[in-house]
């Protein structure tokens, strides 16, 4: 059987070594590339591949916001996830949000393959990193936050602020709280609104809310 592949990365350099090892493999075709989140939804409506090798740091919709969409659409498609993040928030998201695999970029040419070639027979696969960072986050039964699985692309801070937005507060009371001057909160703030692609703070507060975020605590 021959695995039919989608690559899903905003790097047309890294893409093209990806693929260039991928079509080299026996079993394994790479059939399209994408550079987004949503181009990578139209090609697996589209084309159906066997396995979406997917980044999950993509301009606009995040990688993990595209997993969770390509899970509940279409659960014959698996993903393996190949990107730079060694961080817990975003492993711990990425598996949440239905990925097969988890490799950080840098991982040899094998054991790519070797991964891909798991994931598609229906199996799961992590690199050293992210297999010793799920137990330790076994064992030490470390808390995942509901906030932490909706928003994993922002920064403790960002998230810590976007909290106290969810709240209803304005920059000058979360400067502070914080004790951050106003510029910084203004930054942040800004960042936020990029990074959830919001055009205004009440869509801001209604997703944060969502997340569990703007709850008030005794």
């Known amino acids: 059987m021959t695995l ?3 690559l899903v990365d905003d790097h047309p350099l890294f893409r093209t070594g990806l693929r260039a090892a991928l079509d080299s493999a026996e079993g394994i075709e790479v059939v399209a590339e994408a550079d987004d989140a949503e181009q990578a939804l139209a090609l697996t409506q589209e084309l159906a591949p066997d396995v979406v090798v997917m980044d999950l740091h993509l301009p606009g919709r995040s990688g ?4 969770r969409v390509r ?3 279409h659960r014959s498609v698996r993903v393996l996830v190949l990107t730079m993040s060694e961080d817990d928030d975003a492993l711990v998201a990425a598996l949440r949000a239905g990925a097969r695999g988890y ?3 840098g991982s ?3 054991e790519v393959l070797q ?3 798991t994931v598609g027979m229906g199996g799961a696969v992590f690199c050293t990193h992210a297999a010793e960072r799920l137990a330790g986050l076994l064992v030490g039964g470390a808390a995942v936050t509901e906030s932490q699985v909706a928003f994993p692309h922002l920064t403790t801070r960002e998230r810590q602020i976007l909290d106290l937005i969810a709240r209803g507060y304005d ?3 979360i400067a502070r709280d914080l004790t951050l001057s106003g510029k910084t909160v203004r930054n942040h703030v800004s960042n936020l609104f990029a990074k959830l692609h919001a055009t205004n703070r009440a869509e801001v507060i209604v997703r944060a809310r969502n ?3 703007g709850q008030l605590h005794d």
Do not use: M
């Open 4 to 6: 039919r592949v989608l």
């Open 64 to 67: 993990i916001d595209a997993i």
């Open 71 to 73: 899970t509940q659409d």
């Open 103 to 105: 490799l950080v970029k």
């Open 108 to 110: 040899g040419r094998d």
């Open 115 to 117: 991964a891909v070639r």
């Open 171 to 173: 920059n000058r009371r």
């Open 211 to 213: 997340a569990g975020l």
